[in-house]
């Protein structure tokens, strides 16, 4: 089956991909290419769960990526998957350091179904076996713990993975199961790692575990990758599920060691004019360092960056110490807290659209008048009901104002009406008369 792509690059071959349940696939990018599977005789088999070799197509097998096949082993045979195949094989086995292809043993044929009967009921006791094989070694008085049980494809022969802190003479033991289980025996040890491996497991990270899908060789991790990254040195957190330091803590340890040399030294103190400062704690990606005026707890902590710590060591150096650890800028603009939670409100595109509405009431598209007519409502049902009085009539010459006045008079008119009682009497505009005698603005005047 071949994918095909419509941006003129060619094709994607689905046959690149292996099994996805294995930690030992290898992405074959040659798959591709015309003519790779007879580049080479080699063929890389996969058996159950972490052992895979190299066989001899000596036979000239027409093999792909899935096949199930029957290879030799000591004694009889063995049942495997293909994964690998063409000119990629002898490149993962230089990779394995597999020199000598004097030792490499052939492929027979394809499996039949005679062949798989017989590998199923084999894998068919592995679980009774390991159970077994536990006790037994209980009762020898053995510090081990056997892990897992793997037959071979013809059922003559039993691998035992077991594991030890120490040194185990298992010689007796392998007497007990050969006469137990009437097969060859062969023991393999394997560490902690590997056993977390072959079980699986999801981490604290909710994804499956590395050492479960993509991890082959495990380097060794120490606490000290843990101090670079300013990780609390708690074994309950530390540790995985094979009780050991997780192999995760080696990923970001390289970046932390780079982003450190931006940082002085946690044991410089830095001296101004208020005090001295010690070191209090780090945040290394970020080049902040948090000082403190006391050396046992958190008191008066000033957070500077770690170009304003070496300027401050400078002048130090010099004898001089300056006023303050912050500088100007950063006394002058306090900072203001930033509200994680507002970018993921569900209303935090609503004050754009309110901003516009607002916008187009001021411009005269009608909002703004429809709020005013609200308020007149709501007012006038609040009034009580006894309040209501005759409004007085206006005088003729209030009624009758020049035209620039008009917009004025509507948005009075708009407004709700106020008890009789409270208002003001309106000024009377007419010129007063001249004369030794004040004229009163309420009565008329007589001639």
């Excluded at 800028?329 to 939670?341: G, I, W, Y």
Aim: proline share 5%; hydrophobic share 30%; with cysteine.
């Amino acid at each position: 089956m071949e994918f095909k792509l419509h941006n003129g690059s060619g094709g994607l071959c689905c046959k690149s991909c292996g099994r996805q349940d294995k930690q030992l696939n290898t992405y074959d990018w040659l798959a591709d290419i015309p003519g790779n599977a007879e580049e080479s005789e080699m063929v890389e088999i996969q058996f159950k769960n972490t052992r895979k070799g190299y066989f001899r197509n000596s036979n000239k097998i027409p093999l792909e990526k899935g096949d199930i096949v029957a290879v030799e082993a000591t004694p009889g045979h063995d049942i495997g998957v293909v994964t690998l195949t063409g000119r990629l094989v002898p490149l993962q086995m230089r990779k394995a350091n597999i020199k000598s292809e004097a030792d490499i043993k052939r492929i027979y044929r394809k499996a039949k179904q005679v062949d798989m009967d017989k590998y199923n009921e084999a894998k068919a006791r592995e679980h009774s076996t390991m159970i077994r094989a536990r006790q037994i070694a209980l009762d020898l008085n053995l510090n081990m713990k056997i892990g897992d049980v793997e037959y071979q494809g013809d059922g003559n022969k039993a691998i035992f993975y077991y594991i030890a802190d120490e040194r185990v003479d298992f010689r007796q033991l392998i007497k007990v199961l050969a006469d137990a289980f009437h097969v060859r025996i062969e023991m393999k040890q394997i560490g902690a790692r590997q056993e977390a491996g072959r079980i699986g497991g999801i981490g604290p990270c909710g994804r499956e575990l590395c050492c479960a899908t993509w991890m082959t060789s495990f380097v060794s991790v120490s606490t000290s990758a843990a101090r670079f990254q300013d990780i609390s040195l708690n074994p309950q957190k530390l540790a995985g599920q094979c009780a050991k330091l997780k192999c995760c803590l080696n990923y970001e340890v390289d970046c932390y060691v780079e982003a450190q040399k931006r940082l002085p030294s946690k044991e410089i103190e830095l001296e101004t004019k208020d005090g001295v400062f010690y070191f209090f704690k780090a945040d290394i990606l970020n080049n902040q360092i948090t000082y403190s005026t006391d050396k046992n707890i958190p008191a008066n902590l000033v957070t500077i960056s770690g170009r304003r710590a070496f300027e401050v060591i400078g002048l130090n150096k010099r004898g001089i110490k300056p006023d303050y650890l912050l500088e100007e800028t950063h006394r002058s603009e306090p900072k203001k807290p930033v509200d994680l939670l507002e970018q993921e409100s569900l209303t935090r595109f609503d004050r754009n659209r309110k901003n516009k509405n607002s916008g187009d009431g001021n411009n005269g598209n009608g909002n703004n008048n429809g709020n005013r007519n609200k308020k007149k409502k709501k007012s006038s049902n609040n009034r009580p009901q006894g309040s209501e009085q005759p409004a007085t009539p206006q005088p003729q010459e209030q009624q009758s104002k020049p035209q620039g006045n008009e917009k004025r008079a509507q948005g009075d008119e708009r407004r709700p009406q106020r008890n009789n009682n409270n208002r003001k009497r309106p000024h009377n505009n007419k010129p007063k008369p001249q004369g030794d005698k004040p004229v009163r603005d309420d009565k008329p005047v007589q001639e």
